[in-house]
């Protein structure tokens, strides 16, 4: 607009506007946008003479909470990219107040992403932390960019400008409360309150879940294969049946669902935003955790049956009950051990979510319950255990995990 005025407003007139004068705006100008500020000129019209009459320079603070959101993304290995119309300095500005451009990242212009081919801006585009003067289009070349790069892309937007780049995004993110109806109807994720930094929470909270389904999985799993191969490796070993039906069926009700469910509500975990994302192509038991769940099953399996061997010489009832409880109390300690996928049990101890102490309790205290009243115990045909025959299963449920936290130890020198 400087560029087109020919004359300026001063005392109460036009007069013509200098080169040196001209020279002197567009320095006032750069001056404010360095300072974070959006700039604005104004002109009026005399006739066919374009006047000059100023500049409005407006400042449009941070929010307080976006500077550590952009620190969290980063530990949790989130990039943080800023796409904007602003002038080039106005958008350094801000970024270096947010800390998304640090170190030797770039700024990019529209202007010179229009000399950039697609191959060239994917090939930079981990480079760049800011881009400025952009139109929609360029936008749109920006997400693809990024997918062509194997990148997970999250998009936010609000005006009817964003919607295209917001719709081709992995996760297209609209605001809730300024933006327009086609970017929320193009958008997979709405934010209520526009605050970038309940995106970041958004993103914890995700990761949570889903690590509270794989330690879920892992524990369902896991002693499901314990219960079938006790079963099974008792049949094969030509013994008699390690648990009645009535039996398992106690151990599924009490030992499989309080304490899953306790774990799918665990709080999160620390450090679990200094975790790197996950691949789009790593599958749910990646991470080494189908054979932790195998393993933990077996071992579980094998300390049941030697309990069971041992003291099937004390009578078939005693040599049951104790297998039994052997299964409870080792799936029991195993509830512990699916709180982390990176500490053993010996690192955490047996301290966890009080959820998840609770589930234990009340497993271990319905056990006790059915062995205590004889009605019940006749319905699920346990017997009265002798304190040696009690030693002898729980020292089995031990076991178990001594087992499993050797094994893994072993895993991690491998």
């Known amino acids: 607009m400087i560029a087109m005025c020919t004359h300026r407003f001063e005392n109460g007139g036009a007069v013509p506007l200098e080169e040196s004068a001209r020279a002197a705006l567009l320095r006032k100008n750069e001056e404010y946008a360095a300072q974070g500020l959006r700039v604005i000129a104004f002109c009026g019209s005399a006739g066919d003479t374009a006047v000059f009459l100023g500049l409005a320079a407006m400042s449009d603070p941070l929010r307080p909470q976006a500077a550590e959101a952009v620190r969290e993304c980063r530990r949790a290995g989130i990039s943080t990219v ?150 099974l490796g008792a049949i094969l070993m030509g013994l008699p049946m390690a648990l009645v039906p009535a039996q398992l069926l106690l151990v599924n009700l009490v030992t499989d669902g309080l304490p899953a469910a306790a774990l799918s509500v665990e709080p999160a975990e620390k450090g679990v935003m200094g975790k790197p994302p996950r691949r789009e192509e790593d599958s749910f038991f990646s991470g080494g955790l189908m054979t932790k769940i195998v393993a933990r099953g077996v071992a579980i399996a094998l300390c049941t049956l030697a309990c069971f061997t041992l003291l099937l010489p004390s009578g078939l009832a005693a040599a049951r009950t104790g297998a039994m409880l052997t299964l409870v109390f080792s799936q029991l300690i195993h509830v512990f051990e699916c709180r982390s996928e990176d500490k053993t049990l010996l690192q955490m101890g047996l301290r966890g979510g009080k959820f998840v102490v609770l589930a234990a309790l009340s497993s271990a205290a319905c056990v006790a319950l059915c062995m205590a009243v004889p009605q019940l115990a006749a319905v699920f045909s346990l017997t009265k255990m002798s304190a040696k025959q009690l030693a002898i299963s729980l020292s089995f449920a031990a076991a178990a995990a001594v087992f499993s936290a050797i094994g893994s130890a072993f895993r991690k020198q491998v």
């Open 82 to 231: 800023m796409i904007t119309g602003d002038h080039k300095l106005t958008a350094c500005a801000i970024a270096k107040e947010a800390g998304i451009l640090t170190g030797r990242k770039r700024v990019v212009t529209g202007s010179e992403l229009d000399e950039m081919t697609d191959a060239e801006l994917a090939e930079q585009i981990g480079e760049i932390a800011v881009y400025a003067r952009v139109t929609p289009a360029h936008k749109l070349r920006i997400v693809r960019a990024c997918k062509q790069k194997g990148m997970v892309c999250a998009m936010t937007g609000d005006g009817v400008n964003d919607a295209p780049a917001v719709k081709e995004a992995s996760i297209g993110v609209s605001m809730g409360i300024s933006g327009t109806d086609v970017t929320k109807q193009a958008a997979d994720m709405i934010l209520l309150d526009d605050n970038f930094a309940t995106l970041v929470s958004a993103v914890r909270e995700g990761r949570t879940i889903y690590a509270n389904i794989r330690k879920f999985v892992r524990y369902l799993i896991a002693c499901n294969i314990g219960e079938v191969l006790t079963m």
